[in-house]
């Protein structure tokens, strides 16, 4: 409807989308394993039990070795000016990111299901998600939506990982 020849009025073609939707998949891999690893490395310097001094180049270094992350692969941010790490509320949370990205695609799913103007599927979202916001647990919310806790896959298929 929208996407023509600005001249020729000509639709594009599959072809030019299916090369457009294939190129969003470029680099998903790294990225991914980059945001992981970022997250990984929040949640280590989160789940010390100890009060004492670290290194914090000694303390990344060895939290990336125990994931085995490959050299090619740096932490997105370096922790002393990782400000997630350190920054009060936020704390701890950089996972979220990637548990977004988990939530968007599996809840988009439901309406690739049906169809994305499905009513039933809209009202679903709206009544359990939308409407409730932080009134009940989130993801017994999500299971009245969805039906299901939310899945992996359809991330992994949209980054084109899958």
Excluded: C
């Amino acid at each position: 409807m929208y996407a023509k020849h600005y001249k020729t009025d000509e639709v594009i073609p599959d072809e030019l989308i299916a090369k457009m939707e294939a190129s969003s998949h470029f680099n998903q891999g790294f990225v991914t394993v980059e945001f992981t690893a970022a997250a990984y490395l929040d949640m280590n310097w989160h789940t010390l039990t100890q009060a004492e001094e670290k290194d914090a180049l000694t303390f990344e270094k060895e939290a990336m070795e125990k994931i085995g992350l490959i050299p090619e692969i740096v932490v997105r941010y370096r922790s002393p000016y990782f400000a997630h790490v350190f920054s009060g509320d936020y704390s701890s949370g950089y996972y979220g990111y990637q548990w977004a990205a988990v939530l968007d695609a599996d809840a988009f799913e439901a309406f690739k299901e049906t169809s994305l103007f499905d009513k039933e599927t809209a009202k679903a979202f709206r009544e359990n998600i939308l409407e409730k916001g932080g009134t009940e647990d989130p993801m017994k919310l999500y299971k009245q939506f969805r039906g299901a806790e939310p899945s992996t896959e359809p991330m992994l298929r949209r980054k084109g990982l899958i």
